[in-house]
């Protein structure tokens, strides 16, 4: 539970360096009883409940839009927290076996079994890395900068590595044991936000004023907007504030509206795609908006995306992007390529499809690339988008869904990681918050309140310097395999003589 609550929007992120510590007092004292793997497993799996229930808790607090059967948000948040646990079990269970083949302490195996199990649950069609330990640090600014150097796998293993320190002060030990864990535990903690501060104060300052953009935060309510009958008032307002924004001064370079910002066929609609055309020829500021799109594939049937493009003041619309990482049941039912009946469920999902590649929008301020909503938690999408030429980030979303709870802040967090992993600043704009601009370090440099219509508009920060992680990828997932790899080939017999000697 006190993981859990280090996930929830309180300055509480400190409760994830001791979070693991109860579970690794019980799992060492099951392995010194000769505990089997199926009772590592319950343990662990106990752990995992109770962290998700706290920290999924808003399943059941979405609004009535994102789900046809409102009664199915209770068992689907006892679901979806019964399901993340069993990644809990498969921790407890690697950790305690690598322990007993390689002899090493509990506090060497734990975190890159931990790390590597958190991997393999942010991978696939089912991939989640939503409530990475990582995750929990992004109001730490200074020892965010690890991201830089290796994702946001990391911070996890940095916040892993305190636990377990945490917990061998904590440990019967050897004369001297604790006194070197209490050392180790603030030699990790000062060193990481020593470097991080050293980094922040040796960031390049904009040598020449940026652009300017402006988000547009429209706070259209979900029953609205998919109805169908408030198309023409729901593109009224985004047009009335975009209207604003542009006759500001300095002027935006560009305009930036959410997610399917107007719950319409924005491009295909011929009234209200001339609508957005004329106020960009009018006002003379490209519109890069979020809309619902579609096509016809090379078998004739109809495909559509949830999708994102600009329409020029010149009267053309730019390369459309398409999705590339749909919401496993919110977007599309997983798994229909093995199952095709699985699409003809109807849980009130969208039934997208996918996308395929990076699409880079020119602008003032260089090329960007845009990710759609859920796509912002995953570091891989950023880091290809940027090693493919996006010198800034724009994250368009609509989290109307997930109402004031846990949720709207919780992937807006994970949004910032993004930038420090790459070096880029990022532009978030959402349909009723959290709406966002981001520099390069992770600074939230200006924000709109939510669920208010509203305009952020500021300039763009510049971008940082290229990155380690943007460089090399996620080494330290490698690292944490390969670790246990060598744990887990070690001879038993180097584990009783390891034993003897002790």
């Given at each position: 539970m006190l993981l859990g609550v280090a996930f929830l929007p309180v300055p509480l992120g400190?409760?994830?360096?001791?979070?693991?510590?109860?579970?690794?007092?019980?799992?060492?004292?099951?392995?010194?009883?000769?505990?089997?793997?199926?009772?590592?497993?319950?343990?662990?799996?106990?752990?995992?409940?109770?962290?998700?229930?706290?920290?999924?808790?808003?399943?059941?607090?979405?609004?009535?839009?994102?789900?046809t059967a409102p009664w199915l948000k209770w068992p689907a948040w006892l679901l979806a927290a019964g399901y993340l646990a069993l990644y809990g079990g498969a921790t407890a269970v690697l950790a305690g076996w690598a322990t007993r083949r390689s002899g090493w302490s509990l506090?060497?195996?734990?975190?890159?079994?931990?790390?590597?199990?958190?991997?393999?649950?942010?991978?696939?069609?089912l991939g989640f890395p939503w409530f990475q330990p990582g995750y929990s640090q992004h109001a730490y600014v200074a020892p965010l900068q690890l991201a830089g150097l290796g994702s946001v796998s990391l911070v996890t293993l940095w916040v892993l590595i305190l636990n377990a320190l945490a917990w061998r002060t904590l440990a019967p030990a050897a004369p001297g044991g604790r006194l070197r864990a209490a050392l180790g535990l603030t030699l990790a903690l000062?060193?990481?936000?020593?470097?991080?501060?050293?980094?922040?104060?040796?960031a390049p300052q904009a040598e020449t004023p940026r652009p300017v953009v402006a988000l547009v935060?429209?706070?259209?309510?979900?029953?609205?907007?998919?109805?169908?009958?408030?198309?023409?008032?729901?593109?009224g307002r985004f047009l009335t504030l975009s209207d604003s924004a542009a006759s500001a001064e300095p002027k935006p370079a560009l305009l930036i509206w959410p997610e399917t910002a107007t719950g319409s066929y924005l491009r295909r609609q011929i009234d209200q795609s001339l609508a957005v055309v004329d106020l960009a020829a009018r006002t003379g500021v490209p519109v890069f908006a979020g809309f619902a799109d579609a096509e016809w594939d090379s078998a004739g049937r109809e495909r559509h995306y949830n999708a994102a493009g600009t329409f020029l003041p010149t009267g053309r619309i730019g390369e459309v992007y398409a999705k590339r990482h749909l919401v496993p049941?919110?977007?599309?039912?997983?798994?229909?390529?093995?199952?095709?009946?699985?699409?003809?469920?109807?849980?009130?999902?969208?039934?997208?499809?996918?996308?395929?590649?990076?699409v880079l929008v020119p602008s003032a301020a260089g090329p960007f690339s845009c990710l759609i909503c859920f796509e912002a938690i995953f570091p891989d999408l950023a880091?290809?988008?940027?090693?493919?030429?996006?010198?800034?980030?724009?994250?368009?979303?609509?989290?109307e869904w997930f109402g004031n709870s846990a949720a709207l802040y919780q992937h807006a967090a994970m949004a910032v990681f993004r930038t420090v992993e790459n070096g880029v600043p990022m532009a978030r704009?959402?349909?009723?918050?959290?709406?966002?601009?981001?520099?390069?370090?992770?600074?939230?440099?200006?924000?709109?309140?939510?669920?208010?219509?509203?305009?952020?508009?500021?300039?763009?920060?510049?971008?940082?310097?290229?990155?380690?992680?943007?460089?090399?990828g996620d080494w330290p997932g490698v690292l944490a395999a390969l670790g246990l790899l060598i744990a887990l080939l070690r001879p038993r017999g180097a584990h009783r003589a390891s034993g003897a000697a002790r």
């Open positions: 400190f409760l994830a360096w001791i979070g693991y510590v109860p579970l690794l007092i019980a799992l060492d004292r099951r392995l010194a009883a000769g505990a089997s793997l199926r009772a590592l497993f319950g343990l662990g799996y106990v752990f995992g409940l109770a962290f998700y229930l706290v920290g999924v808790h808003w399943i059941a607090l979405l609004s009535p839009v994102a789900i506090a060497a195996t734990f975190p890159p079994a931990a790390l590597l199990v958190e991997e393999l649950r942010a991978s696939g069609e000062a060193l990481p936000w020593a470097w991080g501060m050293q980094v922040l104060r040796a935060q429209g706070n259209i309510p979900g029953e609205i907007k998919w109805s169908g009958r408030h198309q023409r008032a729901v593109l049941f919110g977007e599309r039912i997983p798994f229909q390529r093995l199952v095709p009946a699985l699409g003809r469920m109807d849980f009130g999902q969208a039934e997208w499809a996918s996308g395929s590649r990076t880091r290809s988008d940027v090693r493919a030429g996006a010198r800034w980030l724009v994250n368009i979303t609509n989290d704009c959402a349909n009723t918050g959290l709406t966002l601009l981001i520099d390069s370090y992770g600074r939230v440099v200006g924000r709109l309140p939510v669920f208010r219509p509203a305009v952020l508009e500021d300039r763009l920060p510049p971008p940082g310097r290229p990155t380690f992680y943007g460089r090399f």
